[in-house]
């Protein structure tokens, strides 16, 4: 459809057309962010998986106190590395770091977790950590394209401004002295 308005500007229907492609690419960012947060959940999923298989869960020996002041609302429950001390599966002592509550004194039991390889580890992900990934992965990527296309936007908005704003100048250096002279 052809439009043949004679006030409307050619950049107008350029911004137009322009702004309809960018509401289509918002689109399909909103599509393409359900696959993303799909696979970034299946791959996190696929990795909590092998660690609960593989990691193992100790009793392990505080050997520093741990005391820490910290503003109670920082943390729900503050942690802290401290140095601990563990057996292995065949009554080995072994000594390292691992995260402990931060009010643990020396000599008090602490749970810790131990990779496959028996050096401790953070706590292996869960499901919900994983679903939790994926929805981030998800809104992360719908956030960084809808403000890239916002930006292109403001972008073309300010194009568009500056040329009209050009065009408006040179039109009315050509009528007004005209009206300069038909109204004295």
Same mark, same amino acid.
């Given at each position: 459809?052809?439009?043949?308005?004679?006030? +409307?500007? &050619?950049?107008?229907?350029?911004?137009?057309?322009?702004?309809?492609?960018?509401?289509?690419?918002?689109?399909?960012?909103?599509?393409?962010?359900?696959?993303?947060?799909?696979?970034?959940?299946?791959?996190?999923?696929?990795?909590?998986?092998?660690?609960?298989?593989?990691?193992?869960?100790?009793?392990?020996?505080?050997?520093?106190?741990?005391?820490?002041?910290?503003?109670?609302?920082?943390?729900?429950?503050?942690?802290?590395?401290?140095?601990?001390?563990?057996?292995?599966?065949?009554?080995?002592?072994?000594?390292?770091? &691992?995260?402990?509550?931060?009010?643990?004194?020396?000599?008090?039991?602490?749970?810790?977790?131990?990779?496959?390889?028996?050096?401790?580890?953070?706590?292996?992900?869960?499901?919900?950590?994983?679903?939790?990934?994926?929805?981030?992965?998800?809104?992360?990527?719908?956030?960084?394209?809808?403000?890239?296309?916002?930006?292109?936007?403001?972008?073309?908005?300010?194009?568009?401004?500056?040329?009209? &704003? +050009?065009?408006?100048?040179?039109?009315?250096?050509?009528?007004?002295?005209?009206?300069?002279?038909?109204?004295?």
């Amino acid at each position: 459809m052809a439009d043949r308005n004679p006030l +409307r500007r &050619s950049t107008d229907v350029l911004q137009s057309r322009i702004g309809a492609a960018l509401i289509a690419l918002a689109a399909a960012a909103a599509c393409a962010a359900i696959p993303i947060g799909v696979d970034v959940h299946q791959d996190m999923a696929e990795k909590a998986a092998q660690a609960q298989a593989t990691y193992k869960l100790v009793t392990a020996q505080v050997l520093e106190s741990t005391t820490v002041v910290l503003n109670p609302s920082a943390a729900a429950r503050p942690q802290t590395y401290a140095a601990v001390r563990w057996q292995t599966d065949d009554g080995t002592p072994q000594q390292g770091y &691992s995260i402990v509550p931060a009010t643990k004194e020396a000599g008090e039991p602490v749970e810790m977790w131990l990779d496959q390889d028996g050096h401790p580890a953070r706590p292996p992900l869960t499901a919900t950590d994983a679903v939790l990934c994926g929805i981030v992965a998800g809104l992360g990527t719908i956030a960084v394209a809808w403000s890239v296309l916002a930006l292109c936007w403001l972008g073309i908005q300010r194009l568009a401004f500056a040329v009209n &704003s +050009r065009r408006w100048a040179e039109e009315w250096a050509a009528v007004e002295p005209l009206w300069r002279r038909e109204f004295r």
